[in-house]
T-cell receptor
Framework: DAGVIQSPRHEVTEMGQEVTLRCKPI?????LFWYRQTMMRGLELLIY????????DSGMPEDRFSAKMPNASFSTLKIQPSEPRDSAVYFC?????????????FGEGSWLTVV | AQSVTQPDIHITVSEGASLELRCNYS??????LFWYVQSPGQGLQLLLK??????LVQGIKGFEAEFKRSQSSFNLRKPSVHWSDAAEYFC???????????FGTGTRLKVLA
C-alpha cells in the first residue's frame, strides 16, 4: 500500500513568495497531521484534522500559515508570504483513529528553503 | 501538559554492542509512549508503542523498550546494534484523549564499524 505522499519533496523559494505543500494521506485514514521539524525546535505539531475538519491548530505559528483539507485524500499547508525562518522540513502524517494512541504514519517530508 | 526529555543528543556505539537510549516523560496519568526512528532524508517510522499492560514492549528491528512508572522513563534498548541502525531516534508521549503527541528532541545514533 502507498504510504503518505507529500509534494514537493524539495522547494527553494524567495522570501515573500507563496508556498504550498501538498499531502495525500493513507487511504482510509481519518486523521491527518502537519508537523514542522527544525534544528532549533525539533518536531512540532502544527495542526491536525479529523474527517477533514481541523481539530487543533494551536501549533500554527502565525497567520501566514494556513491548512486545508477539502476532502479525505488531500490536504495543503500554505505559507504566504514566506520568510527565511520558515525554512524547515514539513511532515504530513496520517492515522486511522479508533481511540487515541494509534500509530501515526509519516510521509517523507517536504524540505523547504526560503532565501 | 505532557512533556518528554531525551537527555542524550548524540550516542556512538560499536557495531555489535548493546544500546540504550533514554527517554523521560512528564504526565500525570499513564501516557501513551512511542519510539520512532528517522533515517536521513526520510520520515519517521514507528518502532514500538506502549499504552498499558506488560511494561516491556517489543518492537520492530529487534528493539524493545521498558516502561518504568516510578522513574517516568521509557528507555529503548537493543542487545546488538547493526550499522543500519544509525539514525535519529525520537521518543514521544501522548495524553489520553488527544492526538497532540509531544516529541523529544531526538538522539542521533552513530554506529562504528
Amino acid at each position: 500500500d502507498a504510504g503518505v505522499i507529500q509534494s514537493p519533496r524539495h522547494e527553494v523559494t524567495e522570501m515573500g513568495q507563496e508556498v504550498t505543500l501538498r499531502c495525500k494521506p493513507i487511504s482510509g485514514h481519518d486523521y491527518l497531521f502537519w508537523y514542522r521539524q527544525t534544528m532549533m525546535r525539533g518536531l512540532e505539531l502544527l495542526i491536525y484534522f479529523n474527517n477533514n475538519v481541523p481539530i487543533d491548530d494551536s501549533g500554527m505559528p502565525e497567520d501566514r500559515f494556513s491548512a486545508k483539507m477539502p476532502n479525505a485524500s488531500f490536504s495543503t499547508l500554505k505559507i504566504q508570504p514566506s520568510e527565511p525562518r520558515d525554512s524547515a522540513v514539513y511532515f504530513c502524517a496520517s492515522s486511522l483513529g479508533r481511540g487515541y494512541g494509534n500509530t501515526i504514519y509519516f510521509g517523507e517530508g517536504s524540505w523547504l528553503t526560503v532565501v | 501538559a505532557q512533556s518528554v526529555t531525551q537527555p542524550d543528543i548524540h550516542i556512538t556505539v560499536s557495531e555489535g554492542a548493546s544500546l540504550e537510549l533514554r527517554c523521560n516523560y512528564s504526565y500525570g496519568a499513564t501516557p501513551y509512549l512511542f519510539w520512532y526512528v528517522q533515517s536521513p532524508g526520510q520520515g519517521l517510522q514507528l518502532l514500538l508503542k506502549y499504552f498499558s499492560g506488560d511494561t516491556l514492549v517489543q518492537g520492530i528491528k529487534g528493539f524493545e523498550a521498558e516502561f518504568k512508572r516510578s522513574q517516568s522513563s521509557f528507555n529503548l534498548r537493543k542487545p546488538s546494534v547493526h550499522w543500519s541502525d544509525a539514525a535519529e531516534y525520537f521518543c514521544a508521549v501522548g495524553a489520553s484523549g488527544t492526538y497532540k503527541y509531544i516529541f523529544g528532541t531526538g538522539t542521533r545514533l552513530k554506529v562504528l564499524a
